[in-house]
């Protein structure tokens, strides 16, 4: 067996472990539609998921709906558009915005891609079932919205930490 350097580290590499899994899953998901010649990316599902919800939204609701960056949002955004699944539309009461809505594409393939995202959804929950994985995330991100990690950082440094 390989050394794991990273996960020797312990809390100290918690974001690379996050971020390692984070890319693994990507990576996985991006060779899965690639063999199914399914012509959507990882991450995009968030948007359509939202958009099936909302109907349409702006690209500022996009990015607060999920805490996303503007400029990474209109990153997704420029692609799904290219790739035929979102088109955009002059907001009637504010010209200055536009409303982002899914096309027929995207609502023609949405079930298939639905059963995607639920096989998906199963396997990860079927990995998970005897952990509380999810309400440890809750509470990470809960803790952090209370406090950064700069600031416990920063706490404990002032406070003689070794």
Known sequence: MHEDFIKELGYLSLASRL??????????????YKNLNVDIEPNWYLIFK????????????????LQFSHPSVITIINKMTLAGYL?????????????ITLTQKAKKMLPEYQKLWVAGTKGIENMLKDTNFLTLLDHLEQELSQQSFMERTLNEFNNGTK
Not at 19 to 32: E, F, L, Y
Not at 50 to 65: F, M, Q
Not at 91 to 98: A, E, F, L
């Open 87 to 99: 088109q955009s539309e002059p907001c009637p009461t504010d010209g200055r915005r536009q409303w």
């Open 19 to 32: 971020k390692r899994i984070s890319d693994s899953m990507i990576h996985s998901g991006r060779q899965m």
């Open 50 to 65: 939202l958009l099936e919800k909302h109907g349409n939204l702006s690209v500022t609701d996009i990015a607060e709906k």
